[in-house]
């Protein structure tokens, strides 16, 4: 007879190599991001800002699972869905918010529009509005930190409708052939602005286009926290051991229109509905919650925490001057040495 105990399978997030407390903290980064969000909103419908909204709601999973895999030293470079990458990466939300208010508290000192924000301390890049360029960028931050002797990665994103620039397949091409720490997350949320996916490319899968230049890619359901930390955190331990790039394609969802001024009309009824049954952070609640990993209480902590930081951190933004004119030149250029 065998005196062998039976094997315990560990949890999906265990598998993973997440813990209780790492499930909280995804929790924590994608509720703060919607929260913020729903709250720069108000203050557009308000008026008070200036420039156009974006929204990465439905897909807030992607964003900060991809960049929980990171480590401190590595780069993340946001595009305008990935609002959570910033948050997860360590930039305070008073910041974010003095940003859009255009004050001088901002990151860019109120010397830019809203998006353009990073904060390199935590080793996040301002978007680039150019679709595609941060890819370049990202490859060459790879090549540099592989120069210095560094085991950094950068990490960045791209839309569906981005995968189609010149900027993608150079950047893609040249990271493959020097085989750089580059992850490469492709968004696939249905829609390049009014565009369907099936109007602008003649291919299934996103993750086809790594293949091509013989990259592993591999497609994800991009509302599903556990899958897209596990790719992300496989692709980061392969390109910090000298493994090269690796494309992560995630099936995800815009919920709302391209930007705010953008009522969605275009967008059939019935995908809006099966998408929001698949909500990212309620499927994050209901993992931890059949499995007793997050109760009530702490799940309202964690919400009544976030509801104060933000008001906090608004009224923070909101003390915050505008930027002085004579200012305005400031970081054009760098100082003379
Ligand atoms: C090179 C380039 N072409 C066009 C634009 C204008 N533009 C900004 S966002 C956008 C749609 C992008 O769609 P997608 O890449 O699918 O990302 P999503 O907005 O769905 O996240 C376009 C066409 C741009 N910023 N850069």
Same mark, same amino acid.
């Given at each position: 007879?065998?005196t062998a105990e039976? =094997? ?8 993973v190599g997440?813990?209780?407390? !790492? ?12 929260s ?7 203050l557009?419908l308000?008026?008070?800002l200036q420039?156009a ?5 439905g897909q807030e999973?992607?964003a900060v @699972? $991809? &960049?929980?895999a ?13 609002l959570?990458a910033s948050f ?7 910041y974010?918010? @003095? =940003?859009?208010?255009g004050?001088s508290g ?9 998006l353009?924000f990073?904060?390199?301390t ?6 680039i509005?150019?679709?595609?360029a941060?890819i370049?960028?990202c490859?060459g931050i790879?090549l540099?930190?592989r =120069?210095?002797?560094l085991?950094c990665v950068?990490?960045t994103?791209i839309g569906?409708g ?5 900027d ?6 040249f ?7 580059l992850?490469?997350?492709v968004? !696939?949320?249905?829609f390049a602005?009014?565009t369907?996916?099936a109007q602008?490319?003649?291919?299934k899968?996103?993750?086809q286009?790594?293949?091509?230049y013989?990259?592993?890619?591999e497609?994800v359901?991009g509302?599903?926290v556990?899958q897209?930390?596990?790719a992300?955190?496989? &692709?980061?331990d392969?390109?910090r051991?000298?493994?090269g790039?690796t494309?992560i394609?995630v099936?995800t ?5 391209h930007?705010?001024?953008?009522? &969605?009309?275009?967008v059939?009824r ?7 049954q ?5 499927l994050?609640?209901r ?5 007793g990993?997050?109760d009530?209480t702490?799940q309202?902590e964690? !919400?009544d925490?976030?509801n104060?930081?933000?008001?906090? @951190?608004l009224?923070?933004?909101d003390d ?6 004579i $200012?305005?030149g ?7 040495m």
């Amino acid at each position: 007879m065998s005196t062998a105990e039976p =094997q315990v399978q560990p949890a999906p997030h265990e598998a993973v190599g997440l813990s209780v407390d !790492d499930l909280h903290k995804l929790y924590y980064f994608m509720r703060l991001t919607r929260s913020v969000e729903d709250c720069v909103r108000r203050l557009y419908l308000q008026g008070r800002l200036q420039g156009a909204v974006y929204s990465s709601r439905g897909q807030e999973g992607t964003a900060v @699972a $991809s &960049a929980y895999a990171l480590r401190e030293g590595d780069y993340v470079a946001p595009l305008i869905r990935d609002l959570g990458a910033s948050f997860t990466r360590g930039v305070e939300p008073r910041y974010v918010f @003095a =940003q859009w208010l255009g004050r001088s508290g901002g990151l860019s000192g109120g010397r830019d529009g809203n998006l353009h924000f990073g904060d390199l301390t935590h080793g996040v890049l301002p978007p680039i509005s150019m679709l595609g360029a941060a890819i370049p960028l990202c490859a060459g931050i790879g090549l540099a930190g592989r =120069q210095r002797g560094l085991k950094c990665v950068a990490l960045t994103y791209i839309g569906d409708g981005g995968t189609n620039t010149g900027d993608f397949h150079e950047g893609l091409n040249f990271a493959a052939v020097l085989r750089l720490p580059l992850v490469l997350i492709v968004e !696939d949320n249905g829609f390049a602005y009014s565009t369907p996916v099936a109007q602008h490319v003649a291919i299934k899968n996103f993750a086809q286009r790594g293949v091509a230049y013989g990259i592993p890619s591999e497609t994800v359901d991009g509302n599903d926290v556990l899958q897209v930390y596990a790719a992300s955190k496989l &692709a980061v331990d392969r390109a910090r051991d000298g493994g090269g790039p690796t494309l992560i394609e995630v099936k995800t969802f815009r919920m709302r229109g391209h930007a705010e001024h953008d009522d &969605a009309s275009y967008v059939p009824r019935d995908l809006i509905e099966h998408w929001e049954q698949r909500d990212p952070i309620e499927l994050l609640v209901r993992y931890t919650s059949d499995r007793g990993l997050m109760d009530a209480t702490t799940q309202s902590e964690i !919400d009544d925490g976030i509801n104060q930081e933000i008001e906090t @951190a608004l009224e923070w933004a909101d003390d915050s001057p505008l930027p002085v004119g004579i $200012s305005q030149g400031d970081g054009v250029y760098a100082s003379p040495m």
